[in-house]
């Protein structure tokens, strides 16, 4: 199985900053990647696809980027809206077990 | 626009079979485009996927469930489901039934729902 690691598990931003995310794949997944982002309560949302591309009504501030075993989303101005928990997914199997923006 | 409910008992006995089904509404289950998965997530930590079917019935498990899930769908119903057997505690989880666009990433979730096992 393809495990997938991400980096790091907590962050503590302030708004305005420039956050990564890192996200590893044991082996390579080229680029079969998407990012999803969880507030308390509710489902997932996709974020990004196919490790670059980002959703229809997803803000541009967030991108990713990357391919084979290394992957990075990032928020370019993070928003009091971006607080939440971040996930990679290698495509229809596992997660990555998540980032946690929380507020300073 | 797609809407995707899950339902069934929120608690389950220790050994016994969860049973969930999803109901697909303003869209085709039949769609070629799309696989249809369930996705879980204990209280408090993170995502993990459970499996997938197409319209046809094929289907793709997590290997470390495997054993345990069955995943169907009835396109007349417009409705997926799945069953995880011998369930103990460490199947308490909200479950979230899932549209994986072209069988690759979600692009819709349910809203979940929570199943507790437990005596």
């Known amino acids: 199985d393809i495990q997938m690691t991400q980096s790091p598990s907590t962050l503590s931003p302030s708004v305005g900053d420039r956050v990564t995310i890192t996200c590893r794949a044991s082996q390579s997944i080229g680029n079969w990647l998407a990012w999803y982002q969880q507030k308390p309560g509710k489902a997932p949302k996709l974020l990004i696809y196919?490790?670059?591309n980002l959703e229809s009504g997803v803000p541009v501030r967030f991108s990713g980027s990357g391919s084979g075993t290394e992957f990075t989303l990032t928020i370019s101005s993070l928003q009091p809206d971006d607080f939440a928990t971040y996930y990679c997914?290698?495509?229809?199997?596992?997660f990555g077990q998540g980032t946690r923006l929380e507020i300073k | 626009q797609l809407q995707l409910q899950e339902s069934g008992p929120g608690l389950v006995k220790p050994s016994e079979t969860l049973s969930l089904t999803c109901t697909v509404s303003g869209g085709s289950i039949s769609s070629s485009s799309y696989y249809w998965g369930w996705i879980r997530q204990p209280p408090g930590k993170g995502l993990e996927w459970i499996g997938n079917i197409y319209y046809s019935g094929s289907t793709y498990y997590n290997p470390s469930l495997k054993s345990r899930v069955t995943i169907s769908v009835d396109t007349s119903k417009t409705q997926f489901s799945l069953k995880l057997s011998s369930v103990t505690a460490a199947d308490t989880a909200v479950y979230y039934c899932?549209?994986?666009?072209?069988?690759?990433?979600?692009?819709?979730w349910g809203q979940g729902t929570l199943v507790t096992v437990s005596s």
């Open positions: 196919k490790a670059s």
């Open positions: 997914q290698q495509y229809n199997s596992s």
């Open positions: 899932a549209r994986l666009s072209h069988g690759d990433y979600v692009d819709y």
